[in-house]
């Protein structure tokens, strides 16, 4: 039992990090288990690898209460109706994964859930990470004052607006934006994509700030991963299955270190990326997924 619970603290902080973090959780967990064994039911394994999620998710909650909250009367009728604004732009975005998740997440979960797949997936997107930031830099110089002269510095039309960071905050983006973000969700399907990995890439690509992107990628796992883990409880209960003790101790370490973690993850990632792009993590992508192909014996070595 201690044996267990400690790997639980460590999938609690495997977790916390990387759910926030474009490096895929989901991927990571898989990886982890893989590695260095969990001695559980294959049917707790399922259910704990997604509701081992609340601990993060309750994270946000805590931390956005004031500004994800309408009904706080310290806000003005106006500021009141720019959050309902914004849980509508989240629920518009949570629809393409809520529709194509549920007809698909079970076939996805039985053939593509393996460590393979999550390397290939980590450098592939790794590789997209990295490309996506070489282009943003490269508008970035174009458009920095002084740089060419005016005419020169002045991109094609549209390119700027869309590429170079134009949205600034969450309630800035329009909701057209929010179902573009919305359908970028639906690759994190696949897992080692990474659901905030996809939302993020998606939302620099559709023409927000990083720091934006990063906050509406939290934001929109509220509904995402409150209705995936009470999905996988409601299977698992219906399966027959009933926490034992042992296993409900596991399960509530799990969650209390996934959200300390996260706490931490957050704070790092928004400091982060107001003076950094994503290339950094485009990178350690790249370099555990070739890791792991390795050691599968994917690559000749």
């Not at 490096?23 to 704990?48: N, R």
């Not at 946000?60 to 909250?69: A, Q």
């Not at 790092?268 to 003076?275: E, K």
Request: aromatic residues 10%; hydrophobic residues 55%.
């Amino acid at each position: 039992m201690l044996i267990e619970l400690i790997k639980s603290i460590i999938l609690g902080v495997v977790e916390g990090i990387t759910e926030w973090l474009p490096v895929s959780s989901t991927g990571h967990l898989i990886l982890f288990k893989d590695l260095m064994g969990f001695d559980v039911s294959s049917e707790f394994w399922d259910m704990f690898m997604v509701v081992i999620q609340l601990g993060a998710i309750l994270a946000v909650c805590v931390m956005y209460f004031h500004r994800l909250n309408p009904l706080s009367p310290r806000k003005s009728a106006s500021e009141k109706r720019a959050t309902w604004n914004l849980w509508g732009k989240v629920i518009v975005a949570v629809i393409p994964a809520a529709v194509v998740g549920l007809l698909i997440n079970d076939w996805m979960e039985a053939h593509l859930q393996t460590s393979q797949v999550v390397a290939s997936m980590l450098v592939l997107y790794g590789i997209i990470f990295i490309l996506l930031e070489h282009h943003n830099r490269k508008l970035e110089r174009a458009a920095a004052p002084g740089a060419h002269s005016a005419e020169a510095a002045q991109p094609p039309k549209g390119v700027i607006d869309r590429h170079h960071n134009s949205i600034a905050t969450c309630e800035d983006m329009s909701y057209k934006t929010a179902l573009g973000i919305g359908l970028f969700q639906l690759l994190s399907i696949i897992p080692g994509t990474s659901r905030s990995g996809a939302t993020i890439l998606g939302g620099v690509v559709l023409g927000c700030k990083r720091e934006a992107a990063a906050e509406f990628s939290f934001f929109l796992a509220i509904p995402v991963m409150v209705g995936a883990s009470l999905l996988r409880i409601v299977q698992y209960i219906h399966g027959g299955n009933v926490l034992s003790t042992d296993e409900a101790i596991i399960f509530a370490v799990a969650i209390v270190v996934s959200f300390v973690v996260s706490i931490l993850a957050i704070r790092f990632l928004l400091r982060y990326v107001q003076t950094n792009d994503f290339a950094a993590f485009g990178w350690y992508r790249i370099i555990v997924g070739v890791a792991i192909l390795a050691y599968f014996g994917i690559f000749a070595l």
